[in-house]
């Protein structure tokens, strides 16, 4: 961690106060450094004030994400956030994190942009990612499953998102196979899983999230504004997206660690209790073909098992559902 990442730690688990005296023996550097870190900080929108009594004080943070602010607010994960970057503007965090796997970086690098400029979804649909408003973000992982399990992830990342949302806002989600979180029925996030493979082998996988957090319905673009939502929308009040960022990386650790530790049983436990597509009749569109039938369960792999009219299980790891007529 950063000597200003550990400045801010300590500012926020000390909200009346704290020491010059006490951050130069706690950090191991001059007054005069404190000084300046806290100038920087001041600088990109915190404010701090000063005084004889209490020292300084954190009394509020600027809007805008920032890594060192993100790192200081997360608490001891194992693997998510071991790096984390944050970019005013990039075509897709999904190309930032291919490329910087590509260059080493460690399992759990999450890299968060303000905007993105060719954001994607699945099946190759564009991304709309409305500048400091959303969430924008992706994870590079190496699992030590096989590439056949990947699913996984997709229903790890919903569920870890779907109480991270509800830890923050109070909301609630619910979670439409394969990849999409909903409030009264419009899309709230979305998560778009690219893998890097062998047959029997996996380099890395990188989830993207978006999440639309702050937007009002006039700032979503014509064509997504009858199905999309944004938390802000939802809950009636703006969310505060570093504090969501935190409980997302949180709650991503957690699921990792599960899944990681042979128990995507109870991952995929908590996912069923919260989807709507389980147990319905479902439409699922995969390229050219049409699947029928009712989805009735996940298995070990995420994978989406339908019950065709006749009465066959397939198995499903794509595509596009819509509810039966
Ligand atoms: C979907 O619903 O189709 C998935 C949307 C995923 C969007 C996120 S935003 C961050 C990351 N970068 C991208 O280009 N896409 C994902």
Redesign the pocket.
């Known amino acids: 961690m950063t000597t200003v990442a550990e400045i801010l730690r300590a500012l926020r688990a000390n909200e009346t106060g704290i020491s010059g005296a006490e951050l130069c023996k706690r950090l191991g550097v001059s007054r005069t450094a404190i000084w300046s870190h806290i100038e920087s900080l001041r600088n990109v929108g915190f404010e701090i004030i000063a005084s004889p009594h209490r020292g300084y004080q954190l009394t509020a943070s600027p809007e805008a994400l920032l890594a060192d602010d993100l790192c200081a607010r997360l608490s001891s994960t194992r693997i998510i956030g071991s790096q984390i970057r944050v970019l005013p503007q990039t075509?897709?965090?999904?190309?930032e994190a291919t490329q910087a796997s590509r260059a080493g970086a460690e399992d759990g690098l999450v890299v968060f942009?303000e905007s993105?400029t060719?954001?994607?979804?699945?099946?190759g649909?564009a991304?709309h990612?409305a500048a400091g408003k959303g969430l924008?973000?992706?994870v590079l992982l190496r699992p030590s499953f096989a590439p056949s399990d990947c699913t996984r992830l997709t229903v790890t990342a919903a569920t870890a998102l779907a109480r991270a949302i509800r830890a923050t806002t109070g909301l609630t989600t619910q979670i439409k196979w394969p990849?999409?979180l909903l409030i009264d029925g419009r899309?709230i996030?979305?998560?778009?899983m690219e893998l890097s493979a062998e047959v029997d082998h996996i380099h890395h996988v990188v989830i993207?999230?978006?999440m639309d957090v702050n937007q009002t319905v006039s700032e979503f673009p014509s064509a997504i504004k009858g199905i999309a939502t944004s938390l802000k929308i939802a809950g009636g009040k703006t969310v505060n997206r570093a504090e969501l960022a935190v409980a997302v990386m949180q709650e991503l650790d957690a699921d990792y660690h599960r899944v990681q530790s042979g128990r995507f049983k109870d991952v995929a436990d908590e996912w069923a209790a919260q989807c709507d597509t389980l147990g319905r009749e479902v439409n699922i569109q995969i390229g050219a073909h049409r699947h029928t039938g009712r989805a009735e369960a996940l298995d070990e792999s995420g994978a989406l098992l339908l019950r065709t009219p006749h009465g066959r299980i397939e198995r499903i790891t794509g595509g596009d559902v819509t509810l039966a007529q």
């Open positions: 075509t897709s965090t999904n190309d942009a993105q060719a954001g994607r979804g699945r099946l649909r991304w990612s924008w973000f992706s990849n999409d899309k996030a979305g998560i778009l993207g999230i978006g």
